[in-house]
């Protein structure tokens, strides 16, 4: 599977931006999908996950109300819609795709390129 984020972009607090991940391959409708985040100087983190069939979606505390994740398997394209950004936010924003159900990087065996998303106040 080949993952290619795009939709990051420069904007103010308070504002919304959709992420979309679109991946390459018939088998995407398997896959478990997550989104990860790092922002300068830090680690990767976990921001929010999705299952195969979209029936279950979990999110970090820290974005929980105010992002959502999706999937559509006709199209093979997961998004992450973001209202509300905070300059915390900012952070390359990565999708990954795995086989099992997981909020760790370790449990993701396919990660998408970045995409960049500056939250500026």
């Known amino acids: 599977v080949q993952l290619q984020a795009s939709g990051g972009g420069l904007v103010q607090a308070g504002d919304s931006l959709r992420l979309s991940c679109a991946a390459s391959?018939?088998?995407?409708?398997?896959?478990?999908m997550g989104w990860f985040r790092q922002a300068p100087g830090k680690g990767r983190e976990f921001v929010t996950a999705?299952?195969?069939?979209?029936?279950?979606?979990r999110y970090a505390d820290s974005v929980k109300g105010r992002f959502t994740i999706s999937r559509d398997n006709a199209k093979n394209t997961v998004y992450l819609q973001m209202n509300n950004l905070q300059p915390e936010d900012t952070a390359v924003y990565y999708c990954a795709a795995g086989s099992s159900w997981s909020m760790w990087i370790g449990g993701y065996d396919y990660w998408g390129q970045g995409t960049l998303v500056t939250v500026s106040s």
């Open positions: 999705i299952t195969s069939s979209g029936g279950n979606t």
């Open positions: 391959g018939r088998t995407f409708s398997s896959y478990v």
